[in-house]
């Protein structure tokens, strides 16, 4: 329907008087990875950065056990500082620095430590901090400290405070400082009193103004914003972290219980640390701090597929039934009695009634291998027997698609699990595209958690798309029983992982568009999804068939190349020589030909993109080959070549040795943002070797060839997206109907909100509405755009462009 053909009005006509459909009450939760430093440095409010020396290679391959400290000599104070292994303060906590002071200075201090924090300590005038610290006197007279925060200079001092005596054996001292100053970027320092030698370990500074208040707790601001997200229920600890890279990697739950200094440290797989300070006690005590439901995931006794080295591995045979009581042991401790072996662990630390947990993950995107099921089965029939009140998730892979996906349902089906974890990064056309996906699930089960899902961008074309898929999940409420975007957080300038969010440095949290999208769902949930009719609701605008096609020749990031032999032209016909190069735009990169047919990428950094425009004007832009031989002289990854280019950020794409060189797969970018068309075959390009590689496009199906092998044979069909998309929904505790619609056109709609199929226009309602330009992006710094709240009394509601709008309604009206 073109737009002069469409309604004036669109109605939405609500049936409030039908019984509707029970949604799950635990639809929209949040999923905490510490990925991003959204721990450590982030959300764990911890200021000094490695307290307990146990950083190293393994974490970055920079980094040492005195990362993050410095020797301090002032006023003639000298000594030394090392890091030992004798005597340790627990066996889980091997390292501990060794402070030498050998002359005092004139201020009668001797040597010293200073710590840098993350990215500096930010402290506030008026505020006090928690200062503790183990510590043991080796010899000398040593045995007293002091703490202070000072500014980076170390010109001034914001306050300090003495710690000690030291004994001859390891012992916790801790006193309060008081802050004189506001300093987004102070340092700690540690200093003795005396000639000695004395042996540190833990050493800690925490603001007192913690989230709720809890000593050793939470960064105030950003739980907050957590919090403020009225998230159903939250998962941790991943994601990719919690099956590790390689074995001894696995996040081990009960190694992250019970006092700090005993529990087990360990690198983190997004190339940082662990310091196991924001454990499972807290993540549970988080989630009863907020109202919402704890869903831990452990892993399946695998570990990541793509550890390096190894690949997925199993937990050794001999090791099972000691993990399998690990995992049971996870729901005593969270559920049992105080007087119970595991719950009075709980209780010593703080909390003796029961956490009261329901959910637990067992897996993260796992292939689904021999030894996968193996171990997966067994966890599973063990929790059934022993905890048939545990409602176990499993998993379907990473994709929405493809052979693990499958395997996985099928998987799930055969076990009988009443939900699986499908994971749905996907650009924003994608989720438009996929809003009725859900109608034909199976109400029987098993039932759906989106564990992991976004559109890749923070602007507003990605946040209103996300808005219409939670729309989608949420009619269909009864299957798609929980969904948490991630990753939730991440710190400037330590980002492994985009998007995210909420971002954030040491003084400031920005949440993102997306957020706003995920607030309006969370505060405006409903418990029975009612029947919709939607009336003149505008279409998405056909696409224009474009003859003319761009290719374009590309490398990956950090990858120099070279490529001759380029062909185009019919799949029917002889291959004719691409036109000369100097035809061709060099989007990005340094390209270089040679004269005589050959062209070299020769930039390392970022992706490099060498652009044919108009390249199958001569021929059926439906129907045609493109072959070109290629070599990589270096560099990271491998090639990427371009097709079906129809505008500018609209083509498909085939990628050879992405991901570090470990993956082929084949893509169709809309709007710049890439969407998989393939599996991602575990396949990398060799440095110095030429390969021949061919894509032929025939209508829709794509097939694509190396060295005359098929690679990928992919019919890329899609549905129509859904372009305005409407979800109703019962809150019966307020009395209330709870409309949602997401207007991603370029469009005003008026809209008609009748209730009980079509009796009477509604004239009053509360109403939310989330405004924003598709391009309006969203990241360090505030949003372009925040929900705006009003109460229209007319019976029209005009929906603007690319909006985000939340009606309640009394459910009498």
């Given at each position: 329907?073109?737009?002069?053909e469409?309604?004036?009005?669109?109605?939405?006509?609500?049936?409030?008087?039908?019984?509707?459909?029970?949604?799950?009450?635990?639809?929209?939760?949040?999923?905490?990875?510490?990925?991003?430093?959204?721990?450590?440095?982030?959300?764990?409010?911890?200021?000094?950065?490695?307290?307990?020396?146990e950083?190293?290679?393994?974490?970055?391959?920079?980094?040492?056990?005195?990362?993050?400290?410095?020797?301090?000599?002032?006023?003639?104070?000298?000594?030394?500082?090392?890091?030992?292994?004798?005597?340790?303060l627990?066996?889980?906590?091997?390292?501990?620095?060794?402070?030498?002071?050998?002359?005092?200075?004139?201020?009668?201090?001797?040597?010293?430590?200073?710590?840098?924090g993350?990215?500096?300590?930010?402290?506030?005038?008026?505020?006090?901090?928690?200062?503790?610290?183990?510590?043991?006197?080796?010899?000398?007279?040593?045995?007293?400290?002091v703490?202070?925060?000072?500014?980076?200079?170390?010109?001034?001092?914001?306050?300090?405070?003495?710690?000690?005596?030291?004994?001859?054996?390891?012992?916790?001292?801790?006193?309060?400082?008081?802050?004189?100053?506001?300093?987004?970027?102070?340092?700690?320092?540690?200093?003795?009193?005396?000639?000695?030698?004395?042996?540190?370990?833990?050493?800690?500074?925490?603001p007192?103004?913690?989230f709720?208040?809890?000593?050793?707790g939470?960064?105030?601001?950003?739980?907050q914003?957590?919090?403020?997200?009225?998230?159903?229920?939250?998962?941790?600890?991943?994601?990719?972290?919690?099956?590790?890279?390689?074995?001894?990697?696995?996040?081990?739950?009960?190694?992250?219980?019970?006092?700090?200094?005993?529990?087990?440290?360990?690198?983190?797989?997004?190339?940082?640390?662990?310091?196991?300070?924001?454990?499972?006690h807290?993540?549970?005590?988080?989630?009863?701090?907020?109202?919402?439901?704890?869903?831990?995931?452990?892993?399946?006794?695998?570990?990541?597929?793509?550890?390096?080295?190894?690949?997925?591995?199993?937990?050794?045979?001999?090791?099972?039934?000691?993990?399998?009581?690990?995992?049971?042991?996870?729901?005593?401790?969270?559920?049992?009695?105080?007087?119970?072996?595991?719950?009075?662990?709980?209780?010593?630390?703080?909390?003796?009634?029961?956490?009261?947990?329901?959910?637990?993950?067992?897996?993260?995107?796992?292939?689904?291998?021999?030894?996968?099921?193996?171990?997966?089965?067994?966890?599973?029939?063990?929790?059934?027997?022993?905890?048939?009140?545990?409602?176990?998730?499993?998993?379907?892979?990473?994709?929405?698609?493809?052979?693990?996906?499958?395997k996985?349902?099928?998987?799930?089906?055969?076990?009988?699990?009443?939900?699986?974890?499908?994971?749905?990064?996907?650009?924003?056309?994608?989720?438009?595209?996929?809003?009725?996906?859900?109608?034909?699930?199976?109400?029987?089960?098993?039932?759906?958690?989106?564990?992991?899902?976004?559109?890749?961008?923070?602007d507003?074309?990605?946040?209103?798309?996300?808005?219409?898929?939670?729309?989608?999940?949420?009619?269909?409420?009864?299957?798609?029983?929980?969904?948490?975007?991630?990753?939730?957080?991440?710190?400037?300038?330590?980002?492994q992982?985009?998007?995210?969010?909420?971002?954030?440095?040491?003084?400031?949290?920005?949440?993102?568009?997306?957020?706003?999208?995920?607030?309006?769902?969370?505060?405006?949930?409903g418990?029975?999804?009612?029947?919709?009719?939607?009336?003149?609701?505008?279409?998405?605008?056909?696409?224009?068939?474009?003859?003319?096609?761009?290719?374009?020749?590309?490398?990956?990031?950090?990858?120099?190349?070279?490529?001759?032999?380029?062909?185009?032209?019919?799949?029917?016909?002889?291959?004719?020589?691409?036109?000369?190069?100097?035809?061709?735009?060099?989007?990005?990169?340094?390209?270089?030909?040679?004269?005589?047919?050959?062209?070299?990428?020769?930039?390392?950094?970022?992706?490099?993109?060498?652009?044919?425009?108009?390249?199958?004007?001569?021929?059926?832009?439906?129907?045609?080959a493109?072959?070109?031989?290629?070599?990589?002289?270096?560099?990271?990854?491998?090639?990427?070549?371009?097709?079906?280019?129809?505008?500018?950020?609209?083509?498909?794409q085939?990628?050879?040795?992405?991901?570090?060189?470990?993956?082929?797969?084949?893509?169709?970018?809309?709007?710049?943002?890439p969407?998989?068309?393939?599996?991602?075959?575990?396949?990398?390009?060799?440095?110095?070797?030429?390969?021949?590689?061919?894509?032929?496009?025939?209508?829709?199906?794509?097939?694509?060839?190396?060295?005359?092998?098929?690679?990928?044979?992919?019919?890329?069909?899609?549905?129509?997206?859904?372009?305005?998309?409407?979800?109703a929904v019962?809150?019966?505790?307020?009395?209330?109907?709870i409309?949602?619609?997401?207007n991603?056109?370029?469009?005003?709609?008026?809209?008609?909100?009748r209730?009980?199929?079509?009796?009477?226009?509604?004239?009053?309602?509360?109403?939310?509405?989330?405004?924003?330009?598709?391009?309006?992006?969203?990241?360090?710094?505030?949003a372009?755009?925040?929900?705006?709240?009003d109460?229209?009394?007319?019976?029209?509601?005009?929906?603007?462009?690319?909006?985000?709008?939340?009606?309640?309604?009394?459910?009498?009206?």
């Amino acid at each position: 329907m073109s737009h002069s053909e469409r309604p004036l009005e669109t109605v939405v006509e609500v049936d409030t008087r039908a019984p509707g459909t029970p949604i799950s009450p635990d639809l929209f939760g949040v999923f905490f990875e510490d990925l991003n430093y959204a721990a450590d440095g982030g959300l764990y409010a911890e200021l000094v950065q490695n307290r307990s020396f146990e950083y190293g290679p393994a974490d970055h391959p920079d980094w040492h056990a005195l990362t993050a400290w410095e020797l301090l000599e002032r006023d003639g104070a000298a000594g030394t500082v090392t890091v030992s292994t004798d005597a340790p303060l627990h066996p889980a906590n091997p390292h501990h620095a060794v402070l030498r002071t050998t002359a005092a200075g004139a201020q009668g201090l001797g040597a010293g430590l200073r710590n840098e924090g993350f990215d500096g300590i930010p402290v506030r005038a008026g505020e006090t901090y928690d200062v503790s610290l183990f510590a043991r006197l080796a010899d000398g007279t040593a045995n007293r400290l002091v703490a202070r925060i000072e500014s980076r200079d170390g010109e001034r001092i914001h306050g300090q405070a003495e710690l000690g005596p030291a004994g001859g054996s390891w012992q916790r001292h801790a006193a309060v400082i008081s802050c004189e100053a506001t300093d987004p970027d102070a340092r700690f320092t540690l200093a003795a009193t005396g000639a000695g030698t004395v042996h540190l370990d833990l050493v800690s500074l925490f603001p007192q103004a913690t989230f709720r208040g809890r000593p050793g707790g939470l960064r105030a601001d950003l739980a907050q914003a957590i919090a403020d997200l009225k998230p159903k229920f939250v998962r941790f600890p991943g994601g990719c972290l919690a099956h590790g890279q390689g074995l001894g990697n696995m996040y081990r739950w009960s190694e992250t219980i019970g006092p700090l200094h005993e529990r087990r440290q360990q690198f983190n797989i997004w190339h940082y640390h662990q310091s196991m300070g924001l454990g499972y006690h807290e993540y549970f005590q988080f989630c009863e701090d907020i109202g919402a439901k704890p869903l831990p995931v452990v892993p399946a006794g695998v570990c990541c597929q793509n550890s390096a080295g190894t690949g997925q591995a199993g937990l050794p045979e001999e090791e099972m039934p000691g993990y399998i009581a690990e995992v049971l042991a996870l729901v005593e401790w969270a559920n049992g009695p105080a007087d119970s072996r595991w719950g009075a662990l709980r209780a010593a630390a703080g909390h003796p009634e029961p956490f009261g947990l329901e959910y637990l993950g067992v897996g993260n995107e796992d292939t689904i291998t021999d030894a996968f099921r193996d171990r997966f089965s067994r966890i599973h029939d063990a929790l059934r027997e022993r905890h048939p009140e545990i409602t176990v998730i499993g998993t379907l892979g990473p994709a929405t698609f493809g052979e693990d996906w499958e395997k996985g349902w099928a998987f799930a089906r055969e076990r009988d699990l009443p939900v699986v974890d499908e994971h749905s990064y996907k650009s924003p056309r994608w989720l438009l595209e996929n809003t009725r996906r859900f109608d034909a699930m199976d109400r029987e089960g098993p039932h759906l958690y989106i564990g992991e899902y976004g559109s890749w961008r923070n602007d507003g074309r990605s946040a209103v798309a996300e808005a219409a898929y939670m729309i989608a999940m949420e009619r269909n409420g009864d299957v798609v029983r929980l969904a948490s975007y991630a990753p939730l957080l991440a710190k400037r300038d330590h980002i492994q992982w985009l998007p995210d969010l909420i971002y954030f440095d040491n003084t400031h949290v920005w949440p993102t568009l997306n957020y706003h999208v995920q607030r309006m769902h969370s505060v405006n949930s409903g418990d029975t999804a009612l029947p919709v009719t939607v009336t003149g609701a505008p279409q998405a605008p056909s696409v224009p068939r474009n003859p003319r096609h761009t290719v374009h020749l590309g490398t990956g990031s950090g990858t120099r190349a070279e490529f001759t032999d380029v062909f185009l032209g019919p799949l029917d016909a002889e291959p004719v020589p691409a036109p000369d190069f100097g035809a061709w735009h060099a989007e990005s990169g340094t390209w270089i030909t040679d004269g005589r047919g050959l062209v070299r990428q020769a930039a390392g950094g970022t992706d490099a993109r060498l652009v044919l425009p108009d390249a199958v004007e001569a021929v059926d832009g439906r129907s045609y080959a493109l072959s070109v031989r290629a070599r990589k002289t270096g560099g990271a990854e491998g090639f990427v070549l371009g097709f079906a280019g129809t505008s500018p950020g609209n083509r498909c794409q085939w990628t050879l040795g992405g991901w570090d060189n470990q993956s082929t797969w084949l893509q169709r970018v809309d709007d710049d943002v890439p969407d998989d068309l393939s599996d991602r075959l575990p396949a990398g390009v060799e440095s110095g070797r030429w390969y021949d590689l061919r894509v032929e496009v025939d209508g829709r199906r794509i097939r694509c060839y190396r060295d005359g092998e098929l690679v990928h044979d992919v019919e890329d069909v899609r549905p129509d997206p859904e372009v305005l998309a409407v979800s109703a929904v019962r809150d019966s505790a307020a009395g209330e109907v709870i409309v949602k619609i997401a207007n991603t056109t370029p469009d005003p709609v008026p809209v008609r909100l009748r209730m009980s199929g079509g009796e009477g226009a509604v004239a009053g309602y509360a109403r939310t509405t989330l405004t924003v330009p598709p391009d309006a992006t969203s990241r360090f710094g505030p949003a372009p755009a925040e929900p705006v709240h009003d109460r229209p009394t007319g019976p029209v509601c005009t929906l603007p462009p690319h909006s985000f709008t939340v009606l309640r309604a009394r459910a009498g009206q």
